[in-house]
């Protein structure tokens, strides 16, 4: 079982929608990361959380530590935010320095 | 001010070559660290470099090397190449081993 899981793995949207994305992690985590990542590779990180909720534009990123369980949120969907959005975890464990584990990512499509 | 750049953009490479990836971090930023993302998985770290010294390493054969230079840029070696390494080589560069990682656009490489 993969250690950062995500759900769904594909979702289609109509322009407008309300969107969630979730992430449950197994492990204990310092911080983690929302990634967007377009067509040709290139990502671009949205959040990094360790508690709480943050909010940017029309995205917003929540988090429960007890429950190990992260959603991004996305109102008013557009067309521009189709891409495979990606949750990324730091453990804990002091061992793993920075480094990131990932999901395997969502793929996000909103039609006009 | 630029991201982080990584070269080449694209790369083929036949089975047993070796392969050199560049990255060159956000001005300023002292940690690199690469990923490998298959096609249709999420990044795999593969190494993170701090101040030119290796702070961690994920799950990779000895195959795959690395080194960061006194000007923070880096250099990702693959040797022996497989077609199993095929795959976009991602880089991201942070101010400090905890904060959070910039990605550079990657570099595709093709083994056949």
């Known amino acids: 079982k993969n250690e950062v899981e995500q759900s769904p793995q594909n979702l289609t949207a109509q322009e407008g929608e309300f969107i969630t994305i979730n992430c449950s992690y197994s492990?204990?985590?310092?911080?983690l990361h929302w990634l967007q990542q377009h067509p040709g590779g290139g990502i671009v990180s949205l959040f990094m959380?360790?508690?709480g909720k943050k909010k940017h534009g029309r995205l917003i990123a929540t988090i429960n530590i007890q429950e190990k369980h992260s959603s991004l949120h996305i109102t008013a969907s557009h067309p521009r935010d189709s891409a495979v959005y990606i949750c990324?975890?730091?453990?804990?464990?002091?061992?793993?320095?920075?480094?990131?584990?990932f999901g395997k990512g969502t793929k996000l499509s909103v039609k006009p | 001010d630029a991201g982080v750049t990584q070269s080449p953009t694209h790369l083929i490479k036949t089975r047993g070559q070796h392969v050199t990836l560049r990255c060159s971090p956000i001005s300023g930023h002292k940690s690199v660290s690469w990923y490998q993302q298959v096609l249709g998985q999420g990044p795999q770290f593969i190494f993170q470099?701090?101040?030119?010294?290796?702070?961690g390493r994920g799950n990779f054969p000895d195959r795959f090397s690395a080194r960061q230079f006194p000007n923070y840029s880096s250099e990702l070696n693959v040797n022996a190449l497989l077609l199993g390494d095929s795959a976009l080589y991602l880089c991201a560069s942070s101010s400090h081993l905890l904060e959070t990682q910039y990605f550079g656009p990657g570099t595709r490489l093709l083994v056949l």
């Open positions: 990324a975890v730091r453990k804990s464990d002091g061992g793993s320095q920075g480094n990131l584990i």
């Open positions: 492990v204990g985590i310092s911080a």
């Open positions: 959380l360790s508690s």
């Open positions: 470099y701090y101040e030119k010294e290796e702070r």
